[in-house]
């Protein structure tokens, strides 16, 4: 159940659905995870408080789109780059500059998650039918 928070300009807020759409179809291809298994928080800043690097490593940066996962460990380090590299390749279709995006995954163990079951009886899978 990986987690995405994305930090970014107000100026990207028209183009939400298709940002939401573009990471998780990266991280369905490269973590190797169902489509419905989409958690993810969208933070929109304000001018000046977003600071990066326009030029580290060898980049040319305008703008920064920070994409953060959290996730459980045991992914690979290739599923990790495949997912990230996924997330870069379908923001870079929308239009963004592949030097603005930068993706990071941290891992956490299996008890640092809760998903709270539904205690309606009518919901499937909640433990109670």
Known sequence: MPHARIDLHKVHE???????KAILDGMVLGFDMPEDDMFQSFRLHEPGELFYSPTFPNQQRD???FVELVAQVGYTDAQKQAAMGAIADGLAALGVKRDNVICVTLEVHGAAWYAAESR???????GQE
């Open 14 to 20: 028209p183009r939400l659905a298709a940002y939401s």
């Open 63 to 65: 703008d920064i789109i």
């Open 120 to 126: 309606n009886p009518s919901v499937v899978g909640s």
